[in-house]
T-cell receptor, first 113, second 114 residues
Framework: AQSVSQHNHHVILSEAASLELGCNYS??????LFWYVQYPGQHLQLLLK??????LVKGIKGFEAEFIKSKFSFNLRKPSVQWSDTAEYFC???????????FGTGTQLKVEL | DGGITQSPKYLFRKEGQNVTLSCEQN?????MYWYRQDPGQGLRLIYY???????QKGDIAEGYSVSREKKESFPLTVTSAQKNPTAFYLC?????????????FGPGTRLTVL
């Protein structure tokens, strides 16, 4: 069965620092990849997704992620974080047919002023 | 205002009691999903439904049951057989059970079993 690993469980950054959150998956076939974000008290929402084509995908609020097939990775990046980026971030993978997602354990990001 | 509603936001039950969590969507989505979120474990799929009157077990279906009698509704029952029911439960939906369709999530229900 496929699995998703997010190695950073808690990250604390100062405003304007650069962000990179790691996501690795274990599956050798075709994958679709997602990053979801859960702001405090809000619904889980889609940040960005990769299906095919350009491995560098851009999402909302200045986030981007790069799919590196050889490394089975889909790391999330943002050049300069803001206090409002404080949230929990989840990486998810879809493999095979259907729309079943496998989620990583999440990364809690806290951005300090 | 389209979206997914889950009620109640907080739910308390005594051990041994069955409890049903509500999930309603007015997005006209065919597919619906139930996830369980525990600290440090991310989201895990409990059940999903591609179409009315059909549903499939997810990765952790034991101790749970669902029904899909209407397109807009997908209630989840947490039975007394679920060994550790205290958790945050999220409902989601998508246009179709297709990989290219984003899943939209509800606000969640936090269930505490005393």
């Amino acid at each position: 069965a496929q699995s998703v690993s997010q190695h950073n469980h808690h990250v604390i950054l100062s405003e304007a620092a650069s962000l990179e959150l790691g996501c690795n998956y274990s599956y050798g076939g075709t994958v679709n990849l997602f990053w979801y974000v859960q702001y405090p008290g809000q619904h889980l929402q889609l940040l960005l997704k990769y299906f095919s084509g350009d491995p560098l995908v851009k999402g909302i609020k200045g986030f981007e992620a790069e799919f590196i097939k050889s490394k089975f990775s889909f790391n999330l990046r943002k050049p300069s974080v803001q206090w409002s980026d404080t949230a929990e971030y989840f990486c998810a993978v879809r493999t095979g047919g259907g729309n079943k997602l496998t989620f990583g354990t999440g990364t809690q990001l806290k951005v300090e002023l | 205002d389209g979206g997914i509603t889950q009620s109640p936001k907080y739910l308390f039950r005594k051990e041994g009691q069955n409890v049903t969590l509500s999930c309603e969507q007015n997005l006209n989505h065919d597919a619906m999903y139930w996830y369980r979120q525990d600290p440090g474990q991310g989201l895990r799929l409990i059940y999903y439904s591609h179409i009315v009157n059909d549903f499939q077990k997810g990765d952790i279906a034991e101790g749970y049951s669902v029904s899909r009698e209407k397109k807009e509704s997908f209630p989840l029952t947490v039975t007394s057989a679920q060994k550790n029911p205290t958790a945050f439960y999220l409902c989601a939906s998508s246009i179709q059970e297709s990989a290219y369709n984003e899943q939209f999530f509800g606000p969640g229900t936090r269930l505490t079993v005393l």
